[in-house]
């Protein structure tokens, strides 16, 4: 999570000259990239390497990914002629991608490989601002002022993503993970209303493929318990909120993923150890819990505090 392999000296090197969407087109790339951690630290899963905006990329929208920043797209979408222009992903768009689906699900064998895809607000804020943005003030502006332009506008990107997860699933992926990073910028009513109908429609769409399906944001307190409504069966929570105090706004019929602090991995190992296993004890509340970070790994992050952290949690007791 959060461009996880970005701290590793192998991942640097294969990325060294290549830009980061060509990359992520390139199938032996991909497939070299996935494998990384998963050899290194020896974790329980990969997650798929690609971005939230592959498949929007993959359609035809002039954006990029800019070192440093993120997204940029070219010409930020504010209108209803710009809408009409977002087409159906087809499987000929990502042909190399899904190559490396079935490639990796060979390579991994019982490792089981977890495909992702942006949710419709957090791709819907960068398509609308045309990058990053704090605030995500045109965003926002733009679900208030022009409701039903939102809706349509998520409601395509919800398409999209849905489709991109199918093809991902189809191809072996064995779950998978919606993120809607930014969605914490919302109050419970705007997420209810202007939101969660169209996550939950991604999550559906896929519902009969029978795959765990996670669904994560960050500083998403006030939200969870609708995360959680919105059909996902782990509902991924930052390291604001303990897990034990997650459960209870989740309810008993979900598991949790997370929530391990990642700037505590610049702490010294005995704070590590300890920090992990008050997550592991605190997530014992829930039905499940996938450990994880409560975001992703900084880039300048020491690859062997990881490496601990991941040792600690495979010594514990399930
Ligand atoms: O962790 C992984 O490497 C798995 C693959 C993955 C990437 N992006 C690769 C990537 C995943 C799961 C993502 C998801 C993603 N991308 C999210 C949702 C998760 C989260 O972090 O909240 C978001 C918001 C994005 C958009 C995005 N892509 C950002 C904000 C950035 C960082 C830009 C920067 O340089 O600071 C990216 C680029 C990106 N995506 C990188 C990687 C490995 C780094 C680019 C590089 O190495 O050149």
Redesign the pocket.
């Known amino acids: ?6 701290s590793l000296p192998e ?2 090197a294969v ?1 060294e000259g290549v ?2 969407l060509d ?2 087109f390139r199938t032996d790339l991909v497939v070299e ?2 494998m990384q ?1 998963v050899r290194r630290y020896g974790v329980d899963a990969a ?7 592959v498949p929007l990329k993959a359609i035809g929208v002039d954006l990029d ?7 940029v797209v070219a010409e930020p979408i504010r209108s209803r002629a710009q809408l009409d222009q977002l087409r159906d992903l087809e499987p000929d768009d990502v042909t190399p991608i899904i190559e490396a689906v079935r490639g990796l699900v060979g390579e991994l064998g019982s490792t089981p490989l977890i495909g ?1 895809a ?1 949710a419709p607000f ?1 791709l819907a804020s ?1 398509l609308v601002e045309g990058g ?1 943005s704090r605030d995500h003030l045109h965003t926002k502006a733009l679900m208030h002022s022009d409701p039903q332009l939102w809706h349509d506008l998520l409601e395509r990107i919800a398409r999209i993503a849905g489709q991109f997860l199918r093809m991902q699933v189809e191809a072996g992926a064995s779950a998978v ?1 919606l ?1 809607d ?2 969605a914490g910028a919302l109050s419970l009513a705007d997420y209810r209303e202007l939101v969660m109908p169209h996550s939950a429609a991604v999550l559906e769409s896929v519902a009969d493929l029978d795959v765990p399906r996670i669904h ?3 500083g998403t307190g006030e939200l969870l318990g609708a995360m959680g409504e919105a059909g996902a069966d782990v509902v991924g929570v930052d390291w604001r909120v303990p897990l034990d105090e997650a459960v209870k706004r989740i309810g008993p019929d979900r598991s949790v993923q997370g929530n391990f602090d990642p700037t505590l991995l610049f702490a010294p190992r005995e704070v590590i150890t300890a920090h992990a296993r008050r997550v592991v004890e605190e997530g014992r509340a829930a039905r499940g819990h996938v450990f994880n970070l409560g ?3 900084l ?1 300048s992050t020491d690859p062997d505090a990881v490496s601990h952290l991941v040792d600690v949690v495979h010594s514990l007791e399930v």
């Open positions: 999570m959060r461009q996880a392999g970005r991942y640097r990325r830009a980061m990359s992520c990239i996935t951690p997650i798929f390497f690609s971005d939230i905006v990914i800019v070192p440093g920043t993120g997204p992702f942006g957090t960068y990053p993970q993120f990073s930014w994560f944001g960050v975001h992703g790994v880039p």
